[in-house]
């Protein structure tokens, strides 16, 4: 083990599946996964798919029935070498970019301090090329975070364009080399 990090954080787009493999690369490849899932994210991929892929507790609540030593989302946002959102919805960059904090994954953010933010987007064409979309990323890129930007493809709606999740290995790639630098 290398020591390092990752907090995965997902949201709910149809590419919440290939959190799974992103999760299942870093972890192999040495680093601790934390899984934060938005509700959105789990009518997509189960928690339990990734709990079983990085061999550790996936957080869907802010606020859960257990008695904690700490605060969680406080001492998720200390453990962070790295936060990595993928898929990133546009819901996501806009709580992101307006310093909304209403669930463990916008909290969590909300208390890193220091810590590398990769987000990698994905929706559709027109979300994508949404001004207010476009701006909240601008916002989000003047703080610090960094990008994988979408592929062109054949999105799930059926239209071609601007959106589809980076590839795998496209967004592993980016984190390893963040958390190596």
């Keep these: 083990m290398n020591g390092k990090t990752v907090l995965l954080g997902v949201t709910g787009s149809i590419a919440a599946y290939k959190a799974a493999d992103i999760a299942n690369d870093l972890t192999k490849s040495g680093y601790t996964v934390r899984a934060i899932m938005t509700k959105a994210a ?6 339990l798919t990734l709990q079983t892929l990085t061999k550790g507790k996936v957080y869907t609540e802010l606020f859960e029935p257990v008695a904690y030593e700490d605060v969680r989302h406080i001492s998720l946002a200390r453990q962070a070498d790295l936060c990595l959102i993928a898929p990133a919805t546009a819901n996501i960059i806009g709580k992101l970019a307006a310093g909304i904090a209403d669930d463990m994954l916008t909290t969590v953010f909300a208390a890193l301090r220091g810590v590398p933010v990769l987000i990698c987007p994905a929706m559709n064409t027109a979300m994508y090329e949404n001004p207010i979309t476009q701006g909240n990323i601008e916002r989000l890129k003047a703080a610090g975070c960094r990008f994988v930007e ?3 493809a054949l999105l799930a709606c059926g ?3 601007r959106g589809a999740l980076a590839d795998v290995e496209t967004i592993t790639a980016a984190a390893k080399a963040l958390l190596e630098a």
């Design 150 to 152: 979408p592929r062109e």
């Design 42 to 47: 789990t009518a997509f991929i189960t928690p």
């Design 159 to 161: 239209d071609l364009g």
